[in-house]
């Protein structure tokens, strides 16, 4: 098993950073990918990023790309994501996830832990 606890999400302007922070506890050395997904109200749940766990290989959504950055502490088990130039559109909660994939994967269904989300609201 392995638990998961987003933190660092609130209310920002356009334009604005926050950075989102994921502590990952239990059995982190089974999880080869960690990704965060957002889902805005009415919306499925969708791709943000992936960092592979003990590495540094990134994967981003064309929305995010340029302006998010993903990363890992392996000391702290703990994922970030940074987020830049935040627009209204980036309003959602945020999910943490890990899975066991060995292969990156951007599709929610492949990720079996999640954290409990973190509300980013972005006004204009």
């Known amino acids: 098993q392995v638990q998961l606890v987003e933190s660092g999400g609130g209310l920002v302007q356009a334009g604005g950073s926050l950075r989102l922070s994921c502590a990952a506890s239990?059995?982190?050395?089974?999880?080869?990918?960690m990704g965060w997904f957002r889902q805005a109200p009415g919306k499925e749940r969708e791709f943000v990023a992936v960092?592979?766990?003990?590495?540094?290989?990134?994967l981003y959504a064309d929305s995010v790309k340029g302006r998010f950055t993903i990363s890992g502490d392996n000391t702290k088990n703990t994922v970030y994501l940074q987020m830049n130039s935040l627009k209204p559109e980036d309003t959602a909660v945020y999910y943490c996830?890990?899975?066991?994939?060995?292969?990156?994967?951007?599709?929610?269904?492949?990720?079996?832990?999640w954290g409990q989300g973190t509300q980013v609201t972005v006004s204009s």
């Open positions: 996830a890990a899975t066991q994939r060995v292969g990156v994967t951007t599709i929610p269904n492949e990720y079996a832990y």
């Open positions: 239990g059995r982190t050395s089974s999880s080869y990918f």
């Open positions: 960092i592979r766990w003990r590495g540094t290989s990134t």
